[in-house]
C-alpha cells in the first residue's frame, strides 16, 4: 500500500474513534458527576493563564482555537484540550476558567491553574519568559481555598465541599522539552542522569502533591507524559537517526512514567482517605504514529521560532487528519480521544488503578 493511502486509512480510523468517543453520554443528567473540577498542569491543558504574562509562550491569537466556539483564549490547539473535554464528560455546562481571569462564586465549580512552558521544576521554561510553575499553581490554589472558605463560612466547610471534587494534574513535559534537553539554557542534564533526573521530578511531584492533599484534594488523576520525541519539534531539531521518534528523549519520559505508577502506589498506600490515578496517554496509542512518515510533516500551521503558529497565518483545512497543530501540541481530534480514554478506559493499560469516571464516583 503506498505511503499516502497507510496514512490517510488511518487518518479516517482516527476520525472513527472521534466520532464515537465525541457521542460517549455524560454520566449526568443536568447534574455534573462532581461539584467541581480543578486543573493543574502546562500548556497541553492551559485556556489563558499565560495571555498577560510576559512570556514566549503564549497563544491567544489565531489560528489557535479556530474550531473553538470561543475563538483565540490561551489554549494551545486548534479547539478543545484534554481538559476541556473531561469537563463535558463530567457533565459540566461551562469549561472551567482560568486563575487569571476567576472571579465570584464560579470558582467554588473549579479553577484551571495551567500555565504554557511550565513545569514540576520552579526553573522549567523560564528561558521563555515567565511561567506559572507547579508551586505556584498550588499556591494560587491555596488562594482560591481561603476564597471559598469566606464563601462558605470556615475551612472545614470548603474542605467538606473540596474532597468531593476532581482534581487532575498534566505536568512534566517541559521539564524534559524545556529543560533537561536544552543544555544550552539549563544545567540539568549535566547534573542528572536520565534515571537520576527521572527520581528528581517524582521526589519534587510527591511534595508538591502532598501539599495538594493537605489543601482538601481527594480524588487526583495523574497525567503520564507522552512520547515528546515524536513531537515535530523534536525530530527536526534532534533528527531521529532512521528511527520514527526521538528514541532518547522517549526513553527518558518512560522512566519517569514507570516512577508515576509506583508514585501512585505509595500516595495510595500512605492517605487511605484519597485516591491518586494514572493516566496513560501516549500519542502512539492514536493509530497513525507507527506508520512510518515523518512527524515534522505533521503540524498543522507555519511556526515561529518557539514552534508555535505564526499569528494570523492559514492551519491546513483538514485539521481532523493532523496528529500536531504546531510543533508541540496535538489538534482537537487526539485530544478527544486521549481524554475519552483517559475517562472511560477502553483497555487496561490506558489509566491505574481506574479510570476518571470510576474516580469521579468514588
Not at 257 to 276: G, M, Q
Not at 300 to 321: A, D, M, T
Amino acid at each position: 500500500m503506498p505511503m499516502a493511502r497507510k496514512i490517510e486509512v488511518c487518518c479516517c480510523w482516527m476520525i472513527f474513534v472521534s466520532f464515537i468517543s465525541l457521542n460517549v453520554q455524560n454520566l449526568s443528567q443536568g447534574t455534573p458527576v462532581v461539584p467541581c473540577y480543578f486543573i493543574f498542569g502546562d500548556s497541553l491543558v492551559d485556556s489563558g493563564n499565560n495571555n498577560n504574562l510576559k512570556t514566549d509562550a503564549k497563544v491567544n491569537y489565531w489560528p489557535y482555537g479556530i474550531d473553538f466556539p470561543e475563538g483565540p483564549t490561551g489554549r494551545f490547539c486548534n479547539g478543545r484540550t484534554t481538559a476541556d473535554i473531561i469537563t463535558e464528560r463530567l457533565g459540566f455546562t461551562h469549561y472551567i476558567p482560568a486563575f487569571a481571569s476567576a472571579n465570584g462564586s464560579e470558582i467554588l465549580e473549579g479553577v484551571n491553574y495551567a500555565s504554557g512552558s511550565a513545569g514540576i521544576l520552579d526553573e522549567t521554561g523560564s528561558h521563555q519568559g515567565i511561567c506559572v510553575s507547579l508551586k505556584k499553581q498550588l499556591e494560587h490554589h491555596n488562594i482560591t481555598v481561603s476564597r471559598i472558605a469566606d464563601m462558605l463560612g470556615s475551612y472545614d466547610l470548603a474542605h467538606e465541599h473540596l474532597n468531593k471534587c476532581l482534581y487532575t494534574v498534566n505536568i512534566g513535559s517541559n521539564d524534559y522539552i524545556n529543560n533537561y534537553f536544552l543544555p544550552q539554557f539549563y544545567n540539568s542534564s549535566k547534573q542528572y542522569t536520565t534515571d537520576q533526573y527521572a527520581k528528581h521530578l517524582i521526589k519534587q511531584y510527591h511534595y508538591h502533591l502532598q501539599n495538594l492533599y493537605q489543601h482538601g484534594a481527594r480524588k487526583v488523576a495523574l497525567t503520564g507524559l507522552g512520547p515528546v520525541g515524536c513531537t515535530p519539534n523534536a525530530t527536526s531539531y534532534y533528527g531521529t537517526n532512521g528511527s520514527l521518534c526521538v528514541d532518547k528523549m522517549n526513553y527518558a519520559v518512560q522512566l519517569f512514567n514507570y516512577r508515576l505508577i509506583s508514585l501512585v502506589d505509595k500516595l495510595n498506600n500512605n492517605v487511605r482517605d484519597a485516591k491518586f490515578i494514572a493516566v496513560n496517554t501516549k500519542i502512539t496509542t492514536v493509530p497513525g504514529l507507527a506508520i512510518g512518515f515523518n512527524m515534522s510533516l505533521l503540524r498543522c500551521c507555519e511556526v515561529n521560532g518557539f514552534g508555535l503558529c505564526i499569528p494570523s497565518k492559514s492551519p491546513c483545512r483538514h485539521r481532523n487528519l493532523r496528529i500536531f497543530f504546531d510543533s508541540f501540541h496535538p489538534t482537537e481530534v487526539v485530544n478527544t480521544i486521549q481524554a475519552s480514554r483517559a475517562f472511560q478506559a477502553l483497555v487496561p493499560s490506558d489509566t491505574y488503578p481506574m479510570d476518571i469516571r470510576h474516580l469521579a464516583l468514588l
